[in-house]
């Protein structure tokens, strides 16, 4: 009773989650950075722009094609969308050119199609694309956009002194609540200490912000995705510990459609993101993108793994470098677990691997209603002693739920 008190009110282990009833399970959208980068020639590529019509775009994709339906709603503009000057108030302003109709009416065509809005700013004096940052304009920063009716600000972390972050993101924070208006905080306050030697205070980081990048920004390959994963299974500080309702660790964008991975890779990050209670946002083009990917981003199994209320981060139990490692998350169902299999073994075969449930810490008696979660199909009744038996493609995965019997 008293733990699940502590869960619901994002409570957990010595950590209060950031009080503003939001990203209770990890956020969903989609972000323009990964694919889309800071491209302003919208002469040269009319549809690959950043401009007020790849976001529209995007979202009349969202809201058509069962990406809405599955939960994905951030349309989450990223760096580049800002006039290279604030306005003679001091105030942040979008580029001219590039959203004629500017931030508010960008918020209004979402929301009158039942999405959300996510901007981009940074904690430093600039953006990582040296356009202007917040430092100096928070509270005036926070009020622009509760005024355009923001749902989601990302507050990046370059131009800044990361010493500094433990007071420079709680005071953004402030004032993003003193606004009123609920706006989940996502921080690259960890990321950008970790990257200089500083040991976050996770604590801190997740009693002031909904979701939070702990390491490098991924890049479209499978060499990225697997290093992130390393980052991630080493759990140093065990970091996962700080994920729950209301605030995650954010390994990054979904790669699903893009260029780097094979469809076999593709539905391993998206397996890997739903164990780690990830922040599920896609980077690519919905206009084209691959019908095999687009199955996998709406897979409503794995997107139930991700979305358990439980919120919590999948631990790795133990991973052979290059090869095989079993990742573990609980889920809400006292008692019941999300198991994965991610083969990174690069042999054109699938491995073939045999586990024995109390192994992995499933000690029930009675034993476990096995099922596989990509292809929803029952495996069978299983006891903690008998085995269990799975076959990996290559760098690919297989996820199962065991619930208690
Ligand atoms: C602001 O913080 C208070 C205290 O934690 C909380 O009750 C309130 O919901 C927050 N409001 C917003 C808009 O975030
Ligand atoms: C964090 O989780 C680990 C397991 O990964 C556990 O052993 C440890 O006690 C937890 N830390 C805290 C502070 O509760
Ligand atoms: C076991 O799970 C399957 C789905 O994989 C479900 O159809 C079945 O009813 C469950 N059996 C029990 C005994 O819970």
């Known amino acids: ?12 282990y010595s ?3 950031l009080n503003n009833g939001l990203a209770l399970t990890p956020p969903m959208g989609w972000l323009s950075w990964e694919r889309y980068r800071c491209e302003t020639d919208c002469k040269a590529f009319p549809d690959s722009c950043i401009n007020e019509n790849l976001y529209k775009a995007m979202a009349d994709r969202m809201a058509a094609d069962g990406y809405k339906e599955a939960g994905y709603e951030y349309v989450h503009v990223d760096d580049c969308w800002a006039a290279q000057q604030r306005d003679a ?5 979008a ?6 109709s500017g931030m508010q009416a960008l918020a209004d065509y979402l929301h009158e199609r039942g999405l959300k809005l996510g901007i981009y700013t940074d904690i430093g004096y600039a953006t990582c694309e040296k356009l202007p940052g917040t430092e100096f304009f928070m509270q005036s920063d926070a009020n622009t956009f509760a005024e355009w ?12 002194e990361p010493k500094e972050m433990d007071v420079s993101y709680p005071v953004f924070g402030f004032y993003l609540n003193k606004t009123g208006r609920p706006m989940v905080y996502c921080c690259s306050w960890a990321a950008a200490q970790v990257v200089h030697g500083i040991q ?14 702990n390491y490098d920004d991924v890049q479209d390959s499978w060499d990225s995705v697997t290093n992130i994963l390393k980052f991630y299974g080493e759990n140093k500080q065990n970091f996962a ?31 890997m993101w739903a164990m780690l209670a990830s922040p599920l946002f896609m980077s690519v083009d919905l206009r084209t993108i691959d019908p095999k990917a687009k199955a996998i981003l709406l897979n409503k199994n794995v997107i139930a793994i991700n979305q358990d209320p439980l919120g919590a981060q999948g631990i790795m139990l133990y991973g052979l470098p290059e090869s ?9 169902v006292p008692g019941s677990y999300a198991i994965a299999f991610l083969n990174q073994d690069n042999q054109g075969r699938a491995m073939p691997f045999e586990i024995h449930l109390g192994d992995i810490g499933l000690t029930n008696a009675n034993g476990y209603n096995v099922t596989d979660v990509f292809d929803n199909l029952p495996r069978g009744q299983f006891k903690p002693t008998s085995s269990l038996g799975v076959l990996i493609d290559p760098t690919c995965i297989v996820i199962l739920k065991a619930v208690p019997l």
């Open 324 to 332: 095989l490692s079993v990742w573990r998350k609980p889920l809400a």
């Open 15 to 17: 950590a209060c989650a």
């Open 1 to 12: 009773m008293m733990l699940l008190h502590l869960v619901l009110s994002g409570c957990i």
């Open 241 to 271: 510990n700080f994920s729950g309702p209301g605030g995650f660790s954010d390994p990054d964008q979904l790669l699903l459609g893009d260029y780097g991975l094979s469809i076999y890779q593709q539905k391993a990050q998206f397996g």
């Open 95 to 100: 580029d001219p050119q590039r959203f004629p």
């Open 200 to 213: 976050p205070n996770y604590a801190s980081v997740r009693e002031h912000c909904n979701v939070w990048r």
């Open 89 to 93: 108030n001091g105030k942040l302003q």
């Open 149 to 160: 009716g923001v749902d989601l600000v990302k507050t990046d972390g370059c131009n800044a």
